[in-house]
């Protein structure tokens, strides 16, 4: 969740030093970019198809989600971290609607994703692989629909549109249906497609940050959209070395056990423990990006891990972390 949180930092810090160290700084931001649309293909991997009765799944999910949403969206609105254009009010009664962060959209959009599962599920269960492969296929054409806006601004609006006649197959409901397909009938990685997608993520990042910083050719916003086309193959890329390096992780299985089970809290609190606490770190430090963004990312992250594991000790923990 970090790399998408601040991603035009990461690029930016790149874009004005031309350098070997803001190179590398630019493919940490590209290739962490797409984390939230990746975790969205793994829950489909995970929760697809729903197998028990739609209340017990719902009752599963939103009691570990709307909670701790709704209790840490209070938290950032107490801290000053909310939207600065709204009143608290204004903002408390928007909250059903839009986030007290940007970050949290994210949230937003697996509540509806979850409320949808059951029904699709319906369709995995009895459909066939070309099935599955026809609505993929145009969903990935949908992605392609952004390059538009390279020949004239403004053509196609990747959020889609109501008359649009394949706007139903574009949206992030694609990522969970093809965490599913990866699941079903991707079950196994040779070694030298590991290999080949390892060297397709490093040598597809710098790629796009030459586009971008060197040539001009990609606007900003384009690279970091997470409908378009590269956040697709940056999440099937990495998924696969997912997919591969799994097999070799049983010795530690129970760390990433216990970090997994506290990432949903990490993800809430991030922002909180940026703001406060590594982000005036860092700058104080002076350090250059190659250093500083690794340095935040892992001070972030474990700073994060202590205060959620601290919170699980609470009574009702569960409504503040969901855990």
């Not at 190179?23 to 990746?38: D, I, K, Q, R, T």
């Not at 378009?228 to 530690?252: D, E, L, N």
């Not at 590594?278 to 350090?287: A, E, G, K, N, R």
Request: hydrophobic share 50%.
């Amino acid at each position: 969740m970090l790399g998408h949180s601040h991603p035009e930092y990461v690029a930016d810090a790149a874009t004005h030093s031309l350098t070997t160290a803001g190179l590398w700084a630019s493919l940490f931001g590209l290739m962490a970019s797409p984390s939230s649309e990746l975790f969205m293909t793994i829950s489909g991997a995970i929760l697809l198809p729903v197998r028990i009765p739609d209340k017990e799944f719902f009752r599963k999910r939103f009691s570990k989600v709307l909670f701790p949403l709704l209790i840490w969206s209070l938290v950032y609105l107490c801290a000053g971290l909310g939207p600065q254009n709204r009143t608290a009010v204004e903002a408390l009664l928007k909250l059903p609607f839009t986030p007290v962060l940007d970050v949290f959209w994210f949230m937003y959009v697996i509540c509806g994703l979850y409320l949808f599962a059951p029904i699709i599920s319906k369709w995995i269960l009895y459909e066939d692989r070309n099935s599955m492969r026809f609505y993929l296929g145009i969903w990935a054409f949908v992605s392609f629909l952004p390059l538009l806006n390279l020949i004239s601004p403004g053509l196609y609006d990747s959020q889609g549109s109501y008359y649009f006649v394949l706007n139903n197959f574009g949206g992030f409901l694609g990522y969970m249906i093809l965490g599913t397909y990866l699941k079903r009938y991707q079950t196994s990685v040779s070694k030298s497609k590991f290999l080949k997608c390892c060297a397709f993520v490093v040598l597809f990042s710098a790629l796009l940050f030459l586009l971008r910083a060197c040539f001009h050719v990609l606007p900003p916003g384009f690279i970091y959209d997470n409908l378009c086309f590269i956040s697709i193959v940056y999440v099937y890329t990495i998924f696969t070395i997912i997919q591969y390096a799994s097999r070799f992780i049983t010795r530690i299985q129970g760390v990433f056990t216990e970090l997994s089970k506290h990432s949903f809290g990490i993800y809430l609190s991030h922002i909180l423990i940026i703001h406060f606490v590594t982000q005036p770190f860092v700058s104080f430090l002076q350090l250059p990006p190659y250093a500083a963004i690794p340095l935040m990312a892992v001070m972030t992250y474990l700073c994060c891990y202590i205060t959620i594991k601290l919170l699980t000790f609470l009574p009702k923990s569960k409504y503040i972390v969901g855990i």
